[in-house]
């Protein structure tokens, strides 16, 4: 038996060969069973799902259940004629087509005869299709077929993705989803067939495995495979990186460390080190970001994640977070001058220090939060947006007179503490708060929506003195928060901006975060917004819209010079 005849004899003993061995698929298989049980039975099926889960496997298995005698509440024997010609693949009557190599024309028209003809040993005809997205126009030769099928046909076409696929094909089929198996499944199926095989291995190496193979079982059982055929008395961890060409844990660790420490020598010493071992770039930037990934989980308490050193156990989740957006910024498809390695020689030089101070996070402004009662005087908190009017009265003459009545939304709230920024220009309180010593950030405070759209002209104000920033700020504005992280929105139309945008946020964060006197991140969306029509960059300006939307609330509009 040749090499390739053993793998393929080997791969098919751990391929499920019922529906009670499928794993991790169990609504699935579930539906399945009782279609096949009760013979309420589609003539056409779409799986969909990543590669690796499990979908030819469920279609053969499908294929012996519509064909064996010997079905036992909706399962195959597995051990009829029937069955056994269909694993072994010898039934004539199961077509498995690969449409990623036969998606013409031609190669779908070469399968209406056989369609059409009736079944030779079976009782019902299967036709398993892999990677339809890849057909185009073979669909048109298929529609009328699966409009009106013949009779004893059933079609079982499978997927990775199915936005690919025409919703003429969608409307005629039906669709199950399978999903990337989680770690402990894969474990435990490895762990079986480690068992099955007599061959013993270290906990670490199976779990690395597992986590290797990304959800994919097949992938999984493939790693093993390899590994197996290798030879050894026991699988370890260690057996598995030098195979598979993965740095050791601690390389990787101490790469992160020396990207969050900015530490540039180490880093490219540590980056000599793994080429000199032959181990490929791409697959080290991957177990920089997995590693950081853990890092951050635990700096975070996410259960069930630990750090692979306890030097990065050490480093607080800010430094982590500002490595982490280096690392991936990283594309390893690049094959322009330097490649991946110059890339990760850039993420260390690009290096910015973060300090993290023992006690509460210093920033350099008061945050912007709602505002809990303080103890200031009930007559200042009063007057303060009258004062406000008549400061307005002065500069512009006197405004538009309301009718009164009880306060509704757009009037001011009552004893709100005066924001002492607001009184003051985005260009004084920028100057102030880089001069001024650092104050501590409240521990109590959630930054709002409202908030952060009270102060937009001053983050305009700001931002805008970066000159290539300066339309990217005026063409946006903030649609949502979620914690410190605040969601800015781009005209549909302009949505080559929300692309500049993304290259330019640590920019965009530095501004925000210098007026709202806290750290926050920034994510840039493309929606059906329109660019606030009264956001205006001069810094006076801003000053005056603030003032008047303390007073008037959002019932501004902007209004055209008149000649």
């Not at 498995?96 to 030779?120: H, K």
């Not at 002065?394 to 757009?410: C, I, K, L």
Request: proline share 9%; with cysteine; glycine share 6%.
């Amino acid at each position: 038996m040749t090499q390739g005849a053993a793998h393929q004899a080997l791969y098919r003993r751990w391929r499920a060969q019922t529906f009670a061995e499928v794993v991790g698929q169990a609504p699935v298989v579930a539906t399945l069973q009782a279609a096949v049980r009760t013979g309420r039975t589609s003539h056409a099926y779409l799986f969909v799902g990543p590669r690796g889960t499990g979908k030819t496997s469920v279609a053969r298995i499908m294929a012996k259940a519509l064909n064996c005698p010997d079905l036992v509440d909706g399962e195959p024997c597995d051990r009829c004629p029937s069955c056994t010609a269909i694993r072994e693949g010898r039934a004539l009557d199961v077509v498995e087509l690969d449409a990623a190599s036969n998606n013409r024309v031609d190669d779908i028209r070469e399968l209406l005869p056989r369609i059409s003809t009736a079944p030779s040993d079976l009782r019902t005809k299967v036709f398993i299709v892999d990677e339809v997205q890849r057909i185009r126009e073979g669909w048109d030769v298929l529609l009328k077929t699966l409009e009106e099928p013949p009779p004893n046909v059933v079609f079982v076409f499978c997927t990775t993705d199915s936005s690919q696929v025409r919703p003429a094909v969608l409307s005629r089929v039906q669709r199950f989803d399978f999903r990337l198996l989680p770690l402990p499944l894969i474990e435990g199926k490895l762990q079986r067939i480690l068992e099955a095989d007599e061959k013993a291995a270290d906990p670490d190496a199976v779990e690395l495995i597992a986590r290797l193979a990304d959800g994919a079982m097949r992938d999984a059982e493939s790693i093993l495979d390899q590994l197996l055929s290798a030879g050894g008395d026991r699988l370890t961890a260690e057996a598995v990186r030098e195979l598979l060409g993965l740095a050791d844990a601690e390389t990787v660790a101490a790469f992160v460390a020396a990207l969050v420490a900015g530490d540039a020598p180490a880093g490219i010493a540590i980056l000599d080190r793994v080429e000199e071992q032959g181990r490929d770039l791409r697959s080290f930037a991957d177990q920089a970001v997995e590693a950081t990934r853990a890092a951050l989980r635990a700096a975070l308490g996410a259960g069930g994640a630990a750090a692979a050193d306890a030097r990065l156990a050490a480093i607080p989740a800010t430094a982590l977070a500002a490595s982490a957006r280096r690392l991936t910024a990283i594309d390893p498809a690049a094959t322009g001058p330097g490649g991946i390695r110059f890339q990760l020689e850039l993420a260390l030089l690009t290096h910015e220090p973060i300090e993290v101070p023992a006690g509460p996070v210093a920033r350099s402004a008061q945050p912007v939060v709602e505002p809990a009662p303080s103890p200031v005087p009930a007559s200042a908190t009063e007057t303060a947006p009258q004062q406000r009017t008549a400061a307005l009265e002065r500069r512009d003459g006197p405004g538009p007179s309301r009718p009164p009545g009880p306060p509704g939304p757009t009037e001011p709230r009552a004893r709100r503490p005066a924001r002492t920024s607001a009184e003051r220009p985005p260009s004084e309180v920028t100057s102030a708060a880089a001069t001024a010593p650092a104050a501590a950030l409240p521990a109590a405070g959630v930054l709002t929506l409202d908030g952060v759209r009270r102060r937009w002209p001053e983050i305009v104000a700001v931002v805008s003195r970066h000159p290539p920033t300066k339309p990217l700020i005026e063409a946006c504005r903030p649609v949502a928060v979620d914690g410190d992280l605040v969601t800015l929105g781009f005209p549909e139309s302009q949505q080559f901006l929300r692309d500049v945008a993304d290259r330019r946020r640590p920019t965009l964060e530095e501004g925000l975060s210098a007026v709202l006197g806290r750290q926050v991140a920034v994510r840039c969306v493309a929606t059906n917004v329109e660019p606030d029509p009264v956001a205006p960059a001069d810094a006076d300006a801003a000053a005056v819209l603030l003032a008047a939307r303390e007073v008037w609330g959002d019932d501004i509009v902007a209004v055209p010079e008149v000649d």
